[in-house]
């Protein structure tokens, strides 16, 4: 297929979910206005780096916004202490890399990009943080007043959240970059779909990130099956309408963003709201 790349490049990222009622207007747009920012940042720096290289560009940025529950502003498990998951996988390689509960990291989705090019790729707890501590990455603590707040009185004021990109760039190619601080009061060392292929999950025909209940996303392996019906001919609508049905036996609470190799957006969630945008030079859509 012939296609011009330059207006086929493209850029999702989400945010988790928003709950009207608990945070209100004022959070709401502040929510909307922050993603415009970063997806059309995103979007520039798309113009000259890779679909992997942005996906972990634009997580990044959303990790260093206290809005979202990643990086700085994550949730704090059920003994006071922040872990952090994080996930990358580049569609024209097929290889995720992974980091699962670390610890004092800034932008674990950074730590996820770099164990890319080991042989051990996925790393958890103590691992991978002394990881992260071998190859420059300092010392950071991503609590913020509000958390130890929340925590200290058993609050979630955010709800269910987590960040991701899928991202397409001039090449044609895709990548996926999913990152979370957990849902909050967790058994400590509870595990996230956001560094496994059930959260997180990209190909040459399809790239997928999700938010939501990662028990509900790893039951139903949401993200590897929706990449998987588009590789074996199902449009993106169509493998998103029979995944997101699977969710229905048990109510499955998920948000998923997605692009396939033509440059085709989509997105949905079970319970709404999705926080998102998209943008592909010219066209924005945020969440309303």
Known sequence: MNWNHQNK???????G????????????LAKQKALESISKQSYEYLKTHSALETAVFAV????????FNAGIGSQIQGDGKIRMSAAVMDGSTQKIS???????????????????SFEDRVLGGSGASDFARKHGFERFSTEILQRRAE???KLKANGTGTVGCVALDREGKL???TSTGGKGFEIPGRISDSATVAGNYANEFCAVSMTGVG?????????????????????????FAKTFSELKPYD????????DKNGTLFHQDSHPSMVFASFDGVNFEVFE
């Open 175 to 177: 990548a996926a970059a």
């Open 252 to 259: 499955g609470f998920a948000g998923a963003i997605a692009i």
């Open 215 to 239: 028990e509900d996303i790893m039951s139903n392996a949401t993200a590897a099956k929706i990449v998987t019906r588009v590789t074996d001919g199902f449009s993106l609508e169509a493998a």
């Open 17 to 28: 979910f928003f709950s009207e009622s608990s945070t209100g207007q004022e959070t709401k």
């Open 60 to 67: 990044s940025l959303l990790e260093d916004d206290a809005l």
């Open 98 to 116: 992974g980091v699962i509960n670390i610890e004092e990291v800034r932008n674990p989705i950074q730590v996820a990009q770099t164990l890319l």
């Open 151 to 153: 925590y200290e009185a």
């Open 9 to 15: 490049m493209k850029i999702i990222i989400h945010g």
